[in-house]
Antibody, heavy 119, light 107 residues
Framework: EVQLLESGGDLVQPGGSLRLSCVGS????????MSWVRQAPGKGLEWVSGISLSGGTVKTVDSVKGRFIVSRDNSQNTLFLQMNSLRVDDTALYYC????????????WGRGTLVIVSS | EIVMTQSPATLSVSPGETATLSCRASQSVNGYLAWYQQKPGQAPRFLIYGASSRATGVPAKFSGSGSVTEFSLTITSLQSEDVAIYYC?????????FGGGTRVDLK
């Protein structure tokens, strides 16, 4: 079965750090760009960061630039999001998403992992 | 950054009728426009890419159209399983951006 499974979400204090993981299965993980998308409670979708096949190219939304780092381990079919200096407004459900072949639409989504930043 | 604006925010449609959702980009996205469906408590589901091409397994009742900056998603013969929030997304340039969504419910 083709799927993505995120993990690592937790309750963390402002200023803290967290590392999210996403394991892909049922497809050639190393052949596709990957992204993280988040959704704050009751809000819409916000793309956070994307990474190329080998990890050599990374794109990040300005609101998390310098705080969040996306990476991947193709040998483990795993995508990561290192989140530092977390803020209350980073509270969201974080989705891992596979990007289309040669394109940047998001054609497969995980179920998400919840990050709550609160004191 | 390309800003995506969806309208209306909420659309109430009678069962069996047609829903038409709009999405506008602040500049041309060269046809690189996708649509997603998100049902309550679920992850988004990929529906449309290239403004008008249906993703694998998406029924023909969903159709996309438009170009340059103006796009639409049409859902025919609306049923209870179509109740969801629908998002457009441009993938012409980074950062990827989504519209705010249109909630579709039954009248």
């Amino acid at each position: 079965e083709v799927q993505l499974l995120e993990s690592g979400g937790d309750l963390v204090q402002p200023g803290g750090s967290l590392r999210l993981s996403c394991v892909g299965s049922g497809f050639p993980f190393s052949n596709f760009y990957m992204s993280w998308v988040r959704q704050a409670p009751g809000k819409g979708l916000e793309w956070v960061s994307g990474i190329s096949l080998s990890g050599g190219t990374v794109k990040t939304v300005d609101s998390v630039k310098g705080r969040f780092i996306v990476s991947r381990d193709n040998s483990q079919n795993t995508l990561f999001l290192q989140m530092n200096s977390l803020r209350v407004d980073d509270t969201a459900l974080y989705y891992c998403a596979k990007m289309g072949p040669g394109n940047w639409y998001l054609d497969l989504w995980g179920r998400g992992t919840l990050v709550i930043v609160s004191s | 950054e390309i800003v995506m604006t969806q309208s209306p925010a909420t659309l109430s449609v009678s069962p069996g009728e047609t829903a038409t959702l709009s999405c506008r980009a602040s500049q041309s996205v060269n046809g690189y426009l996708a649509w997603y469906q998100q049902k309550p408590g679920q992850a988004p589901r990929f529906l449309i890419y290239g403004a008008s091409s249906r993703a694998t397994g998406v029924p023909a009742k969903f159709s996309g159209s438009g170009s340059v900056t103006e796009f639409s998603l049409t859902i025919t013969s609306l049923q209870s399983e179509d109740v969801a929030i629908y998002y457009c997304q441009q993938y012409n340039s980074w950062p990827l951006t989504f519209g705010g969504g249109t909630r579709v419910d039954l009248k």
